[in-house]
């Protein structure tokens, strides 16, 4: 148990429709990211939030949108559903921000079916 | 970051040493090697990382070469629970994007009994 929560587990939806994925990062971590892992794709980084604010981005769609609360959850959107989303979500957390080196560490992710 | 190259797929027998290589002839001075794997599905593990010594934990020992451009992942008796895809990456420490991972196409590492 790597101290990450994820929910929800499954999510199977249609194309056109809006979701929100969870996430609760270990106690006391300030960083969270988020990847997307698909067939076609492989682990892909999305975004990255440090005590609610954004830090890094990677190759994450316009329909997509994420925000870390003050109490250090975060939130990952994605509108306009279509096929291709399909995927596993992870959220991973860290205690670090700028300068840090450690490991990270990933939820058991949500998985997205669009149908 | 630099590019990591690793072999697709590797086999090993239960309670032998795993060895899975991995070139990044590009590393820079200030990147460090860190690997992880991912067993069916599940969410990545860390599993050790190291700058230019040889690092050891509980899980796995970490060989880097003197010229930095290859490194080894040691699994010292590897069991039917360590068959998981190992994925090698390089990362400059700092910066504003620390966490931001490149994941390649890893190693699929089988155990067999």
Same mark, same amino acid.
């Given at each position: /148990?790597?101290?990450?929560?994820?929910?929800?587990?499954?999510?199977?939806?249609?194309?056109?429709?809006?979701?929100?994925?969870?996430?609760?990062?270990?106690?006391? /971590?300030?960083?969270?990211?988020?990847?997307?892992?698909?067939?076609?794709?492989?682990? $892909? *980084?999305? &975004?990255?939030?440090?005590?609610?604010?954004?830090?890094?981005?990677?190759?994450?769609?316009?329909? *997509?949108?994420?925000? $870390? *609360?003050?109490?250090?959850?975060?939130?990952? !959107?994605?509108?306009?559903?279509?096929?291709? /989303?399909?995927?596993?979500?992870?959220?991973?957390?860290?205690?670090?921000?700028?300068?840090? &080196?450690?490991?990270?560490?990933?939820?058991?992710?949500?998985?997205?079916?669009?149908? | 970051?630099?590019?990591?190259?690793?072999? +697709?797929?590797? /086999?090993?027998?239960?309670?032998?040493?795993?060895?899975?290589?991995?070139?990044?002839?590009?590393?820079?001075?200030?990147?460090?090697?860190?690997?992880?794997?991912?067993?069916?599905? $599940?969410? +990545? $593990?860390?599993?050790?990382?190291?700058?230019? !010594?040889?690092?050891? !934990?509980?899980?796995?020992?970490?060989? &880097?070469?003197?010229?930095?451009?290859?490194?080894?992942?040691?699994? +010292?008796?590897?069991?039917?629970?360590?068959?998981?895809?190992?994925?090698?990456?390089?990362?400059?420490?700092?910066?504003?994007?620390?966490?931001?991972?490149? *994941?390649?196409?890893?190693?699929?590492?089988?155990?067999?009994?």
């Amino acid at each position: /148990d790597s101290g990450v929560t994820q929910t929800p587990k499954h999510l199977i939806t249609a194309t056109g429709q809006r979701v929100t994925l969870r996430c609760s990062p270990r106690s006391g /971590d300030l960083s969270v990211y988020w990847y997307q892992q698909s067939l076609d794709q492989g682990l $892909q *980084f999305l &975004i990255q939030y440090y005590n609610g604010e954004e830090r890094a981005k990677g190759n994450i769609l316009e329909r *997509f949108s994420a925000q $870390q *609360f003050p109490d250090l959850h975060s939130e990952l !959107n994605l509108s306009s559903l279509e096929l291709g /989303d399909s995927a596993l979500y992870f959220c991973a957390s860290s205690g670090g921000g700028q300068g840090a &080196i450690g490991e990270l560490f990933f939820g058991e992710g949500s998985r997205l079916t669009v149908l | 970051d630099a590019k990591t190259t690793q072999p +697709p797929s590797m /086999d090993c027998a239960e309670g032998r040493a795993a060895n899975l290589p991995c070139n990044h002839s590009t590393i820079s001075g200030n990147e460090y090697v860190y690997w992880y794997r991912q067993i069916h599905s $599940q969410g +990545p $593990q860390y599993i050790i990382h190291g700058l230019k !010594n040889n690092e050891t !934990n509980e899980m796995a020992s970490l060989i &880097i070469t003197e010229d930095r451009k290859s490194s080894t992942l040691i699994l +010292p008796h590897a069991t039917l629970r360590d068959t998981a895809v190992y994925y090698c990456i390089v990362r400059r420490a700092g910066g504003t994007s620390y966490g931001k991972l490149t *994941f390649g196409q890893g190693t699929i590492l089988t155990v067999h009994p």
